[in-house]
């Protein structure tokens, strides 16, 4: 075991005691949020309030972790969310509702900024081909979190009352962000330590041509498209974290808490699977926008498969699948945002963030509405209808794209179709030179031997057009070879330039998220 990935895993152990709290904290601050304002409308205000702080810091969160070392921000963060829970654990006999606003404000911004940070700086800690499996490991992590959070959230009040339950929480983040400052681990390039993926692209925009733009808009609509269906994913999922309960009291009025925590402990199962069954993919197996696309779908159709009144065994089994295919979305978007250049990350997953809060924001207050009137099977499967529907969408953006879902660190493929091209190309180019030579022995003056030297260089262009490289023009070139004189120069053995070893070291930000094998 490496230094880096002893280093990672000691953070993701400390991130999984934070997230601990996180859980317990939901459930402990909701019912303390009723002991405070008396009113659900004032539950609901609160909750709003901590939402609404998570959508606007998603927004600032890019700038922020530009501006600032993303371990800077994790600590700072972390420090900001202890003392916030501090307060509150002082003051939980009797506390004011403006304290209590500002707490959930500081929770709601402080674990945004948080997962964005340390999301965009996965890369950077374990390498681009190790950033699949360390996602794997976040995500189970944050799932055996969930499960204890929740199922220790009665317990831990019980016996303490709410000023326990926020201490525990502000116990967890000082744990988070005292082995972030005693671990140190690396979360940011040095100035000058750029990666492949930017020099390939601004080799490409030095270059200048349409090329190198429609490479960009392609990028954009396909990462824009999947956070787009992360948000149409987290407004379905709150409809059936708001259904669950009201399922609970259906199936085990006597004992729902019984109910939800088999549910979770089996959904958490399932996204330890997945994670086991990602890693263990061949090498060089490619997964990117279809493979979230077909994973948002059969989370949705096992979510809603829980609510048709399954026997207990085809419930858990149903949860697990749930889970596994929710461990498998959450990889293999993560993994492909993270395949952006470092300087475009935290925008990216800054966007992420506000387009799940958002999502999750309006698909809790309009699922609880529409619980008043219809069943809750009716609910979950109208907003996980819309979540499939958004997949089906986001397949056929993709279908026509050639290449979709391949990565850039590793796109055997297609790079190994371009590197076949370029022999060819090499070959070509003698041939341009000879053409020259006999022009030259023999009649300099026509251009018929120009003009089949230009139609073997286009025919080289064309196959390096396969691999996106854009090249300066030559003196052979065809739009030229009519102001030089023939010079029987061969160029064919230039080596590459430095943005296309960026490329084939790195591969394109256009690439998808690979998911390596173990």
């Not at 990672?8 to 709290?21: E, I, K, L, M, Q």
């Not at 939402?51 to 530009?66: D, E, M, N």
């Not at 964005?116 to 189970?140: E, K, Y």
């Not at 987290?234 to 059936?240: R, W």
Request: aromatic share 6%; net charge neutral; charged share 15%.
């Amino acid at each position: 075991m490496t230094g880096v990935e002893w280093r990672f895993r000691a953070v993701v152990v400390a991130h999984a005691v934070s997230a601990y709290g996180t859980y317990l904290n939901l459930i402990a601050l909701s019912l303390f949020s009723y002991e405070v304002t008396g009113t659900a409308l004032g539950v609901g205000v609160v909750m709003a309030v901590r939402l609404l702080s998570g959508v606007t810091a998603g927004l600032a969160a890019g700038a922020l972790t530009a501006r600032f070392t993303r371990r800077t921000v994790m600590v700072v963060t972390d420090l900001a969310q202890t003392l916030a829970m501090v307060v509150l654990a002082l003051q939980a006999s009797d506390t004011p509702l403006w304290v209590l606003l500002g707490a959930v404000v500081v929770l709601g911004a402080g674990n945004t900024f948080f997962n964005v940070a340390l999301r965009s700086a996965v890369p950077v800690m374990v390498g681009q081909d190790g950033r699949a499996r360390a996602n794997g490991v976040l995500v189970t992590a944050r799932s055996v979190a969930t499960v204890l959070g929740f199922a220790s959230a009665a317990p831990v009040i019980a016996l303490g009352g709410f000023g326990v339950a926020f201490a525990v929480n502000a116990a967890s983040f000082a744990v988070s962000a005292a082995a972030v400052l005693v671990l140190r681990p690396r979360t940011d390039f040095e100035p000058c330590d750029v990666s492949g993926e930017e020099r390939a692209d601004a080799g490409s925009s030095a270059a200048g041509g349409k090329r190198p733009r429609l490479r960009v808009v392609g990028l954009a609509g396909a990462l824009l498209g999947m956070i787009a269906l992360r948000g149409l994913d987290a407004l379905a999922s709150a409809s059936h974290n708001v259904a669950l309960p009201l399922a609970a009291h259906a199936a085990e009025p006597s004992d729902p808490a019984v109910f939800m925590t088999r549910f979770w402990s089996a959904w958490a199962v399932g996204t330890l699977l997945a994670h086991q069954a990602l890693k263990r993919r061949s090498h060089g197996a490619s997964w990117g926008e279809r493979a979230f696309a077909v994973g948002t779908c059969a989370m949705s159709l096992c979510f809603v498969a829980a609510f048709t009144g399954l026997p207990a065994p085809a419930l858990m089994a149903a949860a697990v699948a749930a889970g596994f295919a929710d461990g498998w979305t959450e990889i293999v978007y993560t993994s492909r945002l993270q395949a952006a250049p470092d300087r475009q990350r935290g925008r990216l997953f800054g966007l992420s963030a506000t387009a799940e809060q958002s999502g999750f924001a309006l698909g809790t207050m309009a699922a609880a509405a529409a619980l008043e009137v219809l069943p809750a099977l009716a609910v979950v499967g109208a907003f996980h209808g819309a979540a499939v529907c958004g997949a089906l969408a986001l397949l056929l953006f993709t279908a026509g794209r050639r290449g979709t879902g391949r990565p850039g660190p590793a796109d055997g493929a297609a790079r190994s179709s371009v590197a076949d091209n370029r022999p060819s190309s090499g070959e070509n180019h003698p041939s341009a030179g000879e053409n020259h030579r006999s022009a030259d022995d023999s009649h300099p003056s026509t251009g018929d031997n120009h003009r089949s030297a230009g139609d073997n260089h286009r025919s080289a262009d064309d196959n390096h057009s396969s691999s996106g490289d854009i090249r300066p023009p030559t003196g052979n070139d065809p739009s030229t070879s009519d102001n030089h004189p023939p010079t029987g120069e061969d160029r064919s053995h230039h080596s590459p330039t430095g943005e296309e070893k960026g490329e084939h070291a790195h591969g394109t930000p256009t690439g998808a998220s690979q998911l390596p094998g173990s």
